[in-house]
C-alpha cells in the first residue's frame, strides 16, 4: 500500500509542476521534492520522466478501453452499447481531468515508442466506437445514411473537447452533463424506427449502476 501511494503521490505532483511549468520546465529532481520522496523512490516505479509522462496519459486511455469493454459484454443492443461506452468516455473527464489537461498540453513530448503505444489504445477504442455504429446501421436501430467514420469522429470530437470547459464544481455534475450528451448523441444517430424513450431507463441507470 505503501508503494502505491507514492507511486501515485508522485505521478500526482508531475500532473501539478507539468500544468504549471510545462514538461521540459520541470526536472525529475523537482518533483522527487515536490513529492517528498527520493531518487530511490521516483526510479523505483519509472525509469525516467518520459516513462512517468506515458502512464499518465495511459492511465486514463487504459480506464476507458477496459471499463468499455466490459460493458459491452453487457448488451446485445447497440444502442445500449453506446450509451454504456459514452457513459464510461464522459466520466473519466471527471475522474482523470488533471491528466487529460497535460496529455493534450503535452502530448508532443511523448518518445516515439511511448506516442505509438497510447496510439495504438486511442486507435483500439476509435474501432469500439465505430464497430458500434456499424453494427447500429445493420440492426436498423441508427439511420442507414450515417459514414460510420465521420460520425465515429463526429462522437469522439463532441465528447473530447469536455476537457477544455468542465468544471467539477460547476452547475451541472458529470451524470447530468453524461445524459445530455447521449440523448443529444442518439437523436443524431437513432433510425426513424426506434423509439428512444424504451432506452430512457439505460441513460438515468448507466453511469451509477452499470459501470461499477
Do not use: C
Amino acid at each position: 500500500m505503501i508503494t502505491s501511494n507514492l507511486r501515485e503521490k508522485i505521478i500526482q505532483s508531475a500532473i501539478l509542476l507539468f500544468e504549471k511549468h510545462g514538461y521540459h520546465g520541470v526536472s525529475v529532481n523537482e518533483i522527487i521534492k515536490h513529492a517528498q520522496t527520493s531518487k530511490g523512490g521516483f526510479y523505483h516505479h519509472f525509469s525516467s520522466k518520459d516513462e512517468l509522462l506515458y502512464v499518465m496519459h495511459d492511465m486514463f486511455i487504459s480506464y476507458v478501453l477496459e471499463k468499455s469493454s466490459a460493458v459491452i459484454q453487457t448488451f446485445a443492443s447497440p444502442t445500449e452499447k453506446l450509451i454504456a461506452v459514452l457513459s464510461e468516455f464522459i466520466k473519466v473527464f471527471d475522474l482523470y481531468k488533471p491528466h487529460i489537461t497535460v496529455f493534450y498540453q503535452e502530448s508532443i513530448y511523448l518518445t516515439a515508442d511511448y506516442e505509438h503505444q497510447i496510439e495504438q489504445k486511442r486507435k483500439k477504442f476509435k474501432q469500439m466506437i465505430a464497430h458500434i455504429i456499424e453494427d447500429g446501421i445493420k440492426q436498423r436501430e441508427f439511420r442507414s445514411s450515417l459514414d460510420i467514420h465521420l460520425t465515429t469522429m463526429a462522437i469522439l470530437g463532441i465528447v473530447n473537447w469536455t476537457y477544455r470547459w468542465y468544471d467539477p464544481n460547476g452547475e451541472k455534475s458529470i451524470e447530468e452533463i453524461s445524459e445530455i450528451y447521449i440523448d443529444f448523441i442518439l437523436h443524431a444517430v437513432a433510425s426513424e424506427n426506434v423509439q428512444l424513450h424504451d432506452f430512457a431507463k439505460s441513460i438515468t441507470n448507466m453511469p451509477n449502476d452499470q459501470t461499477n
